[in-house]
Nanobody, 119 residues
Framework: QVQVVESGGGLVQPGGSLRLSCAAS????????MGWYRQAPGNQRELVAT???????NYADSVRGRFAISRDNAKSTVYLQMNSLKPEDTAVYYC?????????????WGQGTQVTVSS
């Protein structure tokens, strides 16, 4: 099993910054993808950014250039630096760990952390 715990959400004014952290523990394999997804009220959960254990990064178009994802493999931790925040970034942000094995993948999710961008 894998445990995933997020931290760092909160209330911020438009144009401000926040940094989210996510620590994973348990039966992690050396090769995995960690990432952030978000879900606003009435919307489906959507990808924000992912990073593989080898450092390959993928961003949603809506956050590219404003958000930066990074990870510390030694600590099994992923970070999301969010800059130039907009009201439309308001959502619950979920950390995801995906472990891929031949023919199957396993997804583990955190409990979510609220990010609210409002003046």
């Amino acid at each position: 099993q894998v445990q995933v715990v997020e931290s760092g959400g909160g209330l911020v004014q438009p144009g401000g910054s926040l940094r989210l952290s996510c620590a994973a523990s348990g039966s992690l394999f050396s090769t995995n993808t960690m990432g952030w997804y978000r879900q606003a009220p009435g919307n489906q959960r959507e990808l924000v950014a992912t990073i593989t254990s080898s450092g390959n990064i993928n961003y949603a178009d809506s956050v590219r250039g404003r958000f930066a994802i990074s990870r510390d493999n030694a600590k099994s931790t992923v970070y999301l630096q969010m800059n130039s925040l907009k009201p439309e970034d308001t959502a619950v942000y979920y950390c995801n760990v995906r472990i891929a094995r031949p023919g199957v993948s396993f997804d583990f999710w955190g409990q979510g952390t609220q990010v609210t961008v409002s003046s």
